[in-house]
């Protein structure tokens, strides 16, 4: 197949455009900004990709920084799983930064903002300095603080890092403007007190800590980001990240960076990714975690990059999935069926296929004769270099229940008394004769014979039937654990629902059923991939042993995003 020529998105654009101006001597430095406060769900993927994907395309670094800001709420656990998710999409990494080697600096600048006059302490509550902010049209209200001497401000914001004021009694504000039409103007916190929780890397060494607007921008000036990407709610901000670096950059130079006077990191904003049928946030996601509405960060429902590892995703087909949905500055909502459209494409071409009986009840072969036989499927029908595997036959074999009925009409063509010739996928035709009940009526074993001479692969093997069904030998079948999973949420966009979005939960999203499968699922090893015959692809799951074969599904066969 010839390779498409694809169009570039706005942030190529953007880079192609700097690069051909010679913008910071053509260096393209990026960065991948997580707060370690929760696991990488797939919405950071997008982010990932772009940050990671610019960096590659055009002979850049990207590095990973973290953003620990904020120690209520972030631990080392996070640092670790977000590492091993980034690694596992196959993305390589220059640098580990993390916003806490900054504190030092940060707190060095803020102290030069207080001497220049541009920063204040305020001991108002958040409620005050809120209820001060006016709106849009409507200028604020100064703060009764705002022109305190900088001795005063100097002596107090000491005071704060010392620890000799209590959380929450002062902050730590920019004096900006408090009429500006963009309220981030208003004065913006630059620093606030945190003593009651310890930092996952500093300890107790700091008692104040940068506000997001104040530490982003210098971090990523300190490390000499040139492109500065992030989702479209920052584009707000946009105009403050610049205000910060103008203090600092320029005319106002103080040597915090290595690349001079001149260079400036760039924010630019893309749409964030939101999918249908499930949320999209850390603190949602938390919140199902510890009250045990999942299994745990990586159940295979969760949108999280664990999760959908162990949900039977690949980062190709994740990959393949950012590349679909691109790079706008609208926001949207995808449809969750891309998502398994695209995975599903993927298996298509890749997991072998193997038979699974779900609701099994047996079959006799009557005039089957001998201990049995080996037979050889090709592991994807028609794909004879994808490999074969064994599939052990004989006298007793499983089959689905729903194959076979006792009185049908001729729209059945599946196993029924009554001459019709059903064919056992890879192997023989048979007919049924009849079956077996138990006293509530309930069939316990079904009777047919078979013809000897149409097995598949040879001559009589292209006879053809109307229906073929699976089977599993008997006396070789192993039992699995098959968990059946499906959407996390019940509504479209538990997001936008005013219900608790708890009640929003798909109560089907989980069901287990012990099937009978081929034995030459023995060998197989977490994270191999399966085409269950008829019922959708599936994944060998963590929890799988050698004596207990687990298998998750990660979607059904049937794909309706195309409709
Ligand atoms: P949450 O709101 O769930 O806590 P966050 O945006 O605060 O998420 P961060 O760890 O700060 O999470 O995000 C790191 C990077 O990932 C940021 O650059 C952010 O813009 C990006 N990101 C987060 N969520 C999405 C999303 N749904 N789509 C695209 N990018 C995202
Ligand atoms: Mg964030």
Request: overall charge negative; proline content about 4%; hydrophobic content about 35%.
């Amino acid at each position: 197949m010839e390779e498409q020529e694809k169009s570039l998105n706005f942030i190529e654009q953007i880079v192609e455009k700097d690069l051909a101006e010679g913008v910071n001597d053509g260096r393209i430095q990026t960065r991948f900004p997580p707060e370690p406060n929760g696991y990488l769900h797939i919405g950071h993927v997008k982010a990932i990709c772009m940050d990671f994907g610019i960096a590659e395309k055009y002979n850049g670094v990207c590095n990973l920084r973290f953003d620990d800001t904020n120690p209520a709420k972030e631990d080392t656990e996070y640092v670790e799983t977000i590492e091993r998710d980034i690694a596992w999409l196959g993305f390589k990494w220059g640098k580990i930064f993390y916003a806490s080697d900054y504190f030092q600096q940060l707190y060095d600048l803020a102290i030069r903002f207080i001497k220049a006059g541009k920063a204040y302490v305020d001991e108002q509550t958040a409620e005050q300095i809120a209820e001060q902010k006016g709106t849009p049209t409507e200028p604020g209200v100064a703060s009764p603080f705002r022109d305190r001497p900088i001795e005063e401000n100097l002596r107090l914001f000491e005071a704060m890092q010392r620890g000799e004021i209590e959380e929450g009694k002062m902050v730590l504000r920019a004096k900006i403007d408090m009429a500006n039409p963009n309220m981030h103007f208003r004065d913006p916190i630059m620093y606030r007190i945190i003593t009651s929780h310890p930092h996952h890397r500093t300890g107790r060494k700091w008692n104040v800590y940068p506000m997001y607007d104040f530490a982003h921008g210098q971090s990523d000036y300190f490390e000499g980001v040139t492109h500065s990407i992030c989702t479209l709610e920052f584009e707000v901000h946009r105009p403050l990240y610049d205000y910060f670096l103008d203090q600092i950059t320029g005319d106002n130079f103080c040597g915090l960076s290595p690349y001079g006077p001149d260079y400036r990191p760039k924010q630019r904003e893309f749409n964030r990714l939101n999918i249908t049928y499930t949320v999209m946030s850390k603190r949602k996601m938390l919140t199902l975690v510890k009250e045990g509405l999942v299994a745990g960060w990586d159940d295979p429902r969760m949108p999280t990059v664990c999760g959908l590892r162990r949900r039977g995703y690949t980062p190709q087909a994740i990959r393949t999935f950012m590349d679909k949905i691109g790079y706008t500055k609208v926001e949207g909502m995808i449809d969750q069926g891309l998502l398994e459209h695209v995975i599903r494409e993927d298996l298509k071409e890749t997991a072998p296929r193997v038979c699974a009986i779900f609701d099994p009840v047996k079959l006799v072969i009557t005039n089957y004769e001998g201990d049995g036989e080996t037979l050889v499927a090709e592991n994807i029908d028609g794909h004879e270099e994808l490999g074969t595997r064994e599939m052990r036959f004989g006298k007793e074999l499983w089959i689905e229940r729903g194959d076979f009925l006792e009185e049908a009409d001729n729209k059945f063509y599946r196993l029924s008394p009554g001459g019709r010739e059903v064919r056992l996928k890879s192997s023989y035709i048979i007919q049924a004769t009849g079956c077996e009940k138990d006293a509530n009526g309930n069939i316990t074993t079904v009777y047919a014979t078979y013809d000897k001479d149409s097995k598949s692969g040879t001559e009589g093997g292209n006879r053809k039937t109307k229906a073929t069904i699976n089977w599993v030998e008997c006396r070789s079948a192993l039992d699995a654990e098959v968990r059946l999973y499906d959407r996390l949420f019940a509504v479209e966009n538990p997001s936008a629902d005013e219900r608790d979005f708890r009640e929003l939960l798909n109560p089907d999203s989980l069901k287990i059923v012990t099937a009978k499968v081929e034995a030459s699922l023995k060998n197989a090893k977490m994270q191999d991939h399966f085409q269950l015959l008829k019922q959708g692809y599936f994944v060998v799951d963590d929890d799988s042993k050698p004596e207990h074969l687990v298998l998750n599904r990660t979607c059904s066969l049937k794909d309706n995003y195309l409709k």
